[in-house]
């Protein structure tokens, strides 16, 4: 982990990116767009997902928070309620940072989660769920075994 970096800029462009594809091409076409990246970006997670269960996505959602530089208890929290990972996320970095930047957060910016999310679990029998809050940057997302 220690020559792992994070690029938090790249969530500005992304903002932009979605936003984009919103306007100009629909909410169908942006939903398009976030399943080829969950496919082909995150095939390697959905694998470990697959082979080693929830332990994966813990070990991944920890990992992502603690590089972006959010504190665990703190900024975030995982646990398991009755056999569902639970992720709490008290401050969002990403928001936060691209509303420290001044760029603007994309109309569906936090659905992108959920859609994403869905494109990691549902292929290898996973389900999952966001609540979010995108005015003050709060999510819930829970992952459970079982579409």
Not at 50 to 74: D, H, M, P, T
Not at 96 to 109: E, K, P, T
Request: net charge negative.
């Amino acid at each position: 982990m220690a020559h792992e970096h994070v690029h938090k800029d790249f969530h500005g462009a992304l903002s932009f990116g979605l936003q984009f594809l919103l306007e100009r091409y629909g909410p169908e076409e942006m939903e398009a767009y976030l399943c080829r990246v969950a496919e082909e970006v995150y095939r390697p997670l959905r694998e470990r997902l697959k082979w080693e269960g929830l332990s994966a996505l813990e070990e991944y959602w920890r990992k992502v928070f603690i590089l972006e530089g959010c504190r665990e208890g703190e900024d975030f929290v995982l646990s398991y309620e009755d056999g569902v990972l639970v992720l709490k996320v008290h401050r969002c970095p990403v928001i936060h940072h691209i509303r420290d930047r001044g760029y603007r957060l994309a109309d569906r910016f936090c659905e992108s989660t959920r859609i994403v999310n869905e494109g990691i679990c549902r292929p290898v029998g996973y389900g999952c769920s966001v609540e979010y809050d995108q005015k003050v940057g709060r999510c819930i997302q829970r992952f459970w075994r079982g579409g």
